[in-house]
């Protein structure tokens, strides 16, 4: 039953169906719940920072149920994508505001399910755990996540040489371009470089980037051929808007946090103390332990149900929805982050 707390992940769900089957001023209702509501929550109930004894965790991670948890967002993530381009092919037409609150609430799954529960699949070992990860990763349009994140980022975080480690005095604005244009650029890179140890061309079919780039096109392509132009436009704002948060989500993880290099040339191994770490109980749930992350990238290959509180870790004052709001505001998050960072540089 300890596994059943993790339906909280589907609280954006509901409120993002609620913005869906009322239209028109309830079109902002998701994103006013995800960034206004969950981060008031937050505040109130405050960090739970307690652990699980060895014991409990050995007994969680053989627990198939938190799998299950994961691999029911498949559906429900293409069942909404599937939703939403049917909305926009045939709602009646709404003033602008209206409409891009819709493409918001979209987004909010693209960011959440799209994208963070294909990023818990996409490090585990079994093969059709991975493909679950690619197929959500689809929905977002941002499979190059598949390739930079397991192989780029784990290996640079914390240095200049990783596009998702935000520097100190980086705005989120300037992050965004950097961030997604670098990532991208670099699974690119990634899988030249693998195919090239292998003997054989980067221009080939065995290009994992080459074939997402076909996939995604085939995405488009289809949903263009169902629903039409205005719905494909939509659809590729929505995806857009998920990768948006996503990197906002890399942003706030590890900002200012950079690892040293030692005296023979190499940066010190990764620890806790290069990921900032909330344990705000709801952002907690909602985005599978995603804010324990000074541990996920400690040990990257734990599940999210094991992943441990380290009190030693940099500690966010927030979690990560209301995070990610305080990021937009560039001269609050600098006066509140910058002497954190600073301190446990």
């Not at 059943?4 to 089957?21: C, D, E, G, M, N």
């Not at 040489?161 to 371009?177: C, G, M």
């Not at 009190?311 to 990021?327: E, F, I, N, R």
Request: proline share 4%; with cysteine.
């Amino acid at each position: 039953m300890r596994s059943l707390k993790y339906l909280t992940t589907h609280l954006p769900t509901l409120a993002v169906s609620i913005s869906f089957i009322y239209g028109g001023s309830w079109s902002w209702f998701a994103v006013l719940f995800v960034f206004g509501a969950i981060p008031l929550m937050e505040l109130v109930l405050g960090a739970r920072g307690a652990s699980l004894d060895e014991a409990q965790l050995a007994l969680d991670a053989k627990d198939r149920m938190y799998d299950y948890l994961l691999y029911m967002i498949v559906p429900i993530q293409w069942f909404f994508v599937g939703w939403y381009c049917w909305m926009m092919q045939h709602s009646e037409p709404q003033a602008s505001w209206q409409w891009f609150g819709l493409v918001m609430a979209m987004g909010i799954l693209c960011g959440s399910f799209g994208i963070n529960v294909a990023h818990e699949l996409g490090h585990r070992t079994s093969r059709f755990e991975q493909f679950l990860a690619k197929v959500l990763l689809g929905s977002s349009l941002y499979m190059h996540f598949f390739i930079e994140h397991n192989r780029g980022h784990h290996k640079h975080v914390g240095t200049p040489e990783d596009p998702s480690t935000a520097r100190l005095h980086e705005t989120v604005y300037t992050f965004w371009i950097r961030s997604m244009f670098q990532t991208w650029k670099s699974a690119w890179r990634i899988e030249a470089e693998r195919l090239r140890r292998e003997a054989s061309s980067p221009w080939t079919w065995r290009n994992e980037m080459l074939r997402f780039q076909v996939i995604q096109l085939l995405i488009v392509i289809a949903i263009y051929g169902f629903f039409g132009a205005w719905a494909t436009f939509s659809f590729w704002l929505a995806a857009l808007i998920g990768g948006v948060f996503l990197e906002t989500i890399n942003y706030i993880e590890h900002y200012g946090l950079m690892r040293k290099k030692t005296e023979s040339g190499y940066y010190e191994i990764v620890q806790p103390a290069h990921s900032w770490n909330s344990n705000h109980l709801v952002g907690r749930l909602i985005l599978f332990e995603l804010s324990r992350h000074s541990d996920h990238h400690f040990k990257a290959n734990k599940k999210y149900q094991t992943l441990q509180s380290f009190d030693a870790a940099p500690q966010m004052p927030t979690g990560y929805p209301g995070m990610m709001v305080l990021s937009l505001l560039v001269p609050f998050w600098f006066a509140i982050m910058n002497p954190r960072a600073k301190q446990w540089q």
